[in-house]
């Protein structure tokens, strides 16, 4: 038995429907979003500084955002701000004192930020070392570091392929 169409079904005409964007854009927005907040890079955390060239190593241990002291041919700049250039180090002193000042304020600004915020003071510090400079300087930079309570030293190189 068959039923009787309803008037409304009888005079109901077709329309093209359309695609919702609203609906795909939100949900493109959403899994855009998942991807990049999952996304990991391996990329060049640090930036040398333009008159550096650094040392190659072997290591395969990958650096971290930290305090930069960077020593080119001319300058010992922190986290590229020039602090003082290398004619002015004085050779009879393993303390590199303009060093030690700056190193000095941004640890007293860490342990501010350590009380005040929660961020830990990590004490550590990344050596940029130009591969030319002399040792003596080198170890100057070390013992100026270790002196302004930044004693965990890291040196930065280019690992070789």
């Known amino acids: 038995m068959a039923f009787i169409p309803s008037r409304a079904k009888k005079h109901k005409t077709f329309q093209k429907e359309e695609l919702n964007l609203t609906s795909m854009m939100d949900a493109m927005t959403i ?28 290591s395969t241990a990958h650096p971290t955002k930290e305090l930069t002291v960077a020593v080119t041919q001319q300058n010992i700049l922190v986290s590229d701000m020039r602090i003082m250039p290398l004619a002015q180090v004085d050779p009879s002193s393993n303390l590199i004192q303009p060093l030690y000042a700056e190193l000095q304020r941004r640890a007293q600004e860490a342990k ?20 030319n400079i002399p040792f003596d300087l080198l170890v100057k930079v070390l013992y100026t570091c270790g002196q302004s309570e930044y004693n965990k030293l890291r040196l930065l190189a280019i690992r070789e392929r």
């Open 31 to 58: 899994i855009l979003l998942f991807l990049l907040k999952t996304f990991s890079t391996q990329g060049q955390i640090i930036s040398p500084a333009k008159d550096l060239k650094l040392p190659y190593s072997l």
């Open 112 to 131: 501010q930020n350590e009380t005040v915020y929660g961020i830990p003071f990590t004490h550590e510090v990344i050596i940029e070392a130009d591969e």
